[in-house]
């Protein structure tokens, strides 16, 4: 006799991952690595940009990893992953045919179709470009909609640049106004070295700075002075948005671990609009 | 081929455009066009500071050089910026390397004309402060979280 499971046993779909296989993987730059997963137990629900999924190295833990796939195809399960900590080295580790766990989309996306008829600045420092990815494409999928789309990203060096491929190709893309600068230039770099706020005024000189809606993303330091030098500018606050992080565990609201203030990341964000935000970012250890 | 005059010429630059018209005329006294050729130096450290350059178009960089290693570049700064502000300290000396990375477009004040006509109208010179500072400000902000290392050990 099949033993039935009982109705309150049953663990809730959201909490349960699912099996992907890594289909290709790529190093670099340094300790990221980026995977592209092939879901085993059926197809996966969509994503929209911004959101993340659970992604658990068997026997190791789970960890909260943004999507940075392309929104418009559904088989583009892209993640980039840099090696901080026990889950993050073990899923970097992985190699094509290497099986993990999954779960999700989770979280509120970048709300780029809200944005139609505005300059859409797209701000990414680091690893920020890896979350901010899937908004570029869904934008670029649809350049006639906005009245602008900017890019402006920042690296440590040449050398942490993440995507420089696709950054090539960007660059030569016509609806597009790409910027790239670091902080530290390599010899043989000839392109822009500041931080990215030094970038902003010029990457928004043709535009009126009330008609400016900005998503950044990147370490929470740059996050900061990137939206109050945008403020500064004249980019209203309300127009502005961000992506946290904070330590996930259940990633559907129930469990408070990743409490930032009266949100929970996981449910009210990942991505937070600045006003929102932006006091409880000037609060130490919160 | 340019045919904008220089009083036009800095009427139209992000910073001293503020200036009222006999302001900028004034300023023009001090003023000739220079152009740069890509990898050209502009200035080089040590020697005396003897033109500002107000950046009309083009990329340069602010270079440290060193025996035995290669330039590094610091900082660039754009069209729209000032480039020096060692022809305002005594002893007037330029304190980086500066490398056109592209062609360059610019007006050079020439130092000690600048200087002596803010000695003469000390309107002048605090209105010169007054739109240049923040500019510079907003420079050595950029500056502070350069060194900070924002990617140091960040996240997404
Ligand atoms: C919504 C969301 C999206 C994310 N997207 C990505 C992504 O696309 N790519 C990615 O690589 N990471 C991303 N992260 C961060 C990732 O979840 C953490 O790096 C991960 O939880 C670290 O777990 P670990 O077990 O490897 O390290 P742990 O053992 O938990 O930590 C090891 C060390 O790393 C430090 N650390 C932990 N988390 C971070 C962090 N976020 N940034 C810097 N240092 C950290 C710890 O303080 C500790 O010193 C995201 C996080 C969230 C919440
Ligand atoms: S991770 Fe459980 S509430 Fe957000």
């Given at each position: 006799?099949?033993?039935?499971?009982?109705?309150?046993?049953?663990?809730?779909?959201?909490?349960?991952?699912?099996?992907?296989?890594?289909?290709?993987?790529?190093?670099?730059?340094?300790?990221?690595?980026?995977?592209?997963?092939?879901?085993?137990?059926g197809?996966?629900?969509?994503?929209?940009?911004?959101?993340?999924?659970?992604?658990?190295?068997?026997?190791?833990?789970?960890?909260?990893?943004?999507?940075?796939?392309?929104?418009?195809?559904?088989?583009?399960?892209?993640?980039?992953?840099?090696?901080?900590?026990?889950v993050?080295?073990?899923?970097?580790?992985?190699?094509?045919?290497?099986?993990?766990?999954?779960?999700?989309?989770?979280?509120?996306?970048?709300?780029?179709?809200?944005?139609?008829?505005?300059?859409?600045?797209?701000?990414?420092?680091?690893?920020?470009?890896?979350?901010?990815?899937?908004?570029?494409?869904?934008?670029?999928?649809?350049?006639?909609?906005?009245?602008?789309?900017?890019?402006?990203?920042?690296?440590?060096?040449?050398?942490?640049?993440?995507?420089?491929?696709?950054?090539?190709?960007?660059?030569?893309?016509?609806?597009?106004?790409?910027?790239?600068?670091?902080?530290?230039?390599?010899?043989?770099?000839?392109?822009?070295?500041?931080?990215?706020?030094?970038?902003?005024?010029?990457?928004?000189?043709?535009?009126?700075?009330?008609?400016?809606?900005a998503?950044?993303?990147?370490?929470?330091?740059m996050?900061?002075?990137c939206?109050?030098?945008?403020?500064?500018?004249?980019?209203?606050?309300?127009?502005?948005w961000?992506?946290?992080?904070?330590n996930?565990?259940?990633?559907?609201?129930?469990?408070?671990?990743?409490?930032?203030?009266?949100?929970?990341?996981?449910?009210?964000?990942?991505?937070?609009?600045?006003?929102?935000?932006?006091?409880?970012?000037?609060?130490?250890?919160? | 081929?340019?045919?904008?005059?220089?009083?036009?010429?800095?009427?139209?630059?992000?910073?001293?455009?503020?200036?009222?018209?006999?302001?900028?005329?004034?300023?023009?006294?001090?003023?000739?066009?220079?152009?740069?050729?890509?990898?050209?130096?502009i200035?080089?450290e040590?020697?005396?500071?003897?033109?500002?350059?107000?950046?009309?178009?083009?990329?340069?960089?602010?270079?440290?050089?060193?025996?035995?290693?290669?330039?590094?570049?610091?900082?660039?700064?754009h069209?729209?910026?000032?480039?020096?502000?060692?022809?305002?300290?005594?002893?007037?000396?330029?304190?980086?390397?500066?490398?056109?990375?592209?062609?360059?477009?610019?007006?050079?004040?020439?130092?000690?004309?600048?200087r002596?006509?803010?000695?003469?109208?000390?309107?002048?010179?605090?209105q010169?402060?007054?739109?240049?500072?923040?500019?510079?400000?907003?420079?050595?902000?950029?500056?502070r979280?350069?060194?900070?290392?924002?990617?140091?050990?960040?996240?997404?």
């Amino acid at each position: 006799m099949v033993a039935r499971v009982p109705e309150t046993a049953r663990i809730p779909s959201a909490l349960l991952p699912m099996r992907a296989r890594v289909a290709h993987r790529r190093q670099g730059p340094d300790d990221v690595a980026t995977l592209s997963l092939c879901p085993v137990d059926g197809r996966l629900a969509p994503f929209r940009p911004g959101q993340f999924n659970m992604l658990y190295a068997f026997g190791v833990g789970e960890i909260a990893i943004s999507i940075s796939g392309d929104p418009g195809n559904a088989d583009s399960l892209l993640h980039t992953i840099r090696d901080v900590g026990a889950v993050s080295h073990a899923l970097c580790q992985l190699q094509p045919g290497d099986m993990l766990g999954l779960r999700g989309p989770f979280g509120k996306p970048w709300p780029v179709d809200a944005q139609a008829g505005r300059d859409l600045l797209i701000v990414a420092g680091g690893l920020g470009l890896a979350p901010l990815r899937p908004a570029i494409l869904q934008a670029l999928a649809m350049p006639e909609r906005f009245r602008s789309i900017i890019l402006v990203v920042g690296a440590r060096s040449p050398t942490d640049l993440l995507y420089p491929e696709q950054l090539r190709d960007w660059a030569g893309e016509p609806a597009l106004a790409l910027s790239v600068t670091v902080d530290r230039a390599t010899p043989g770099w000839s392109g822009m070295v500041g931080v990215v706020t030094t970038r902003l005024a010029r990457a928004l000189d043709r535009c009126d700075p009330a008609n400016v809606s900005a998503l950044v993303c990147g370490p929470e330091v740059m996050m900061r002075h990137c939206c109050l030098a945008l403020e500064d500018m004249g980019v209203p606050p309300d127009a502005q948005w961000i992506s946290m992080e904070r330590n996930m565990k259940c990633a559907t609201g129930s469990c408070g671990h990743c409490q930032f203030g009266a949100d929970f990341v996981c449910r009210d964000g990942p991505v937070f609009r600045w006003d929102r935000v932006a006091a409880r970012l000037r609060i130490r250890g919160i | 081929m340019d045919v904008q005059s220089i009083p036009e010429l800095l009427a139209d630059h992000l910073i001293l455009g503020r200036f009222d018209a006999g302001s900028i005329e004034t300023l023009a006294g001090c003023a000739r066009n220079f152009h740069f050729g890509a990898g050209e130096l502009i200035q080089k450290e040590g020697a005396p500071a003897e033109l500002v350059y107000v950046l009309r178009k083009g990329d340069v960089a602010i270079e440290i050089s060193a025996a035995h290693i290669s330039p590094t570049v610091v900082e660039t700064v754009h069209g729209g910026d000032i480039l020096g502000w060692g022809w305002l300290i005594p002893p007037y000396r330029t304190l980086f390397d500066a490398r056109a990375l592209t062609e360059v477009s610019c007006v050079g004040l020439d130092a000690a004309c600048l200087r002596g006509k803010c000695d003469d109208d000390p309107m002048l010179g605090y209105q010169l402060f007054k739109y240049w500072l923040p500019h510079l400000a907003a420079r050595f902000r950029a500056q502070r979280l350069q060194v900070a290392d924002l990617y140091g050990g960040e996240g997404a």
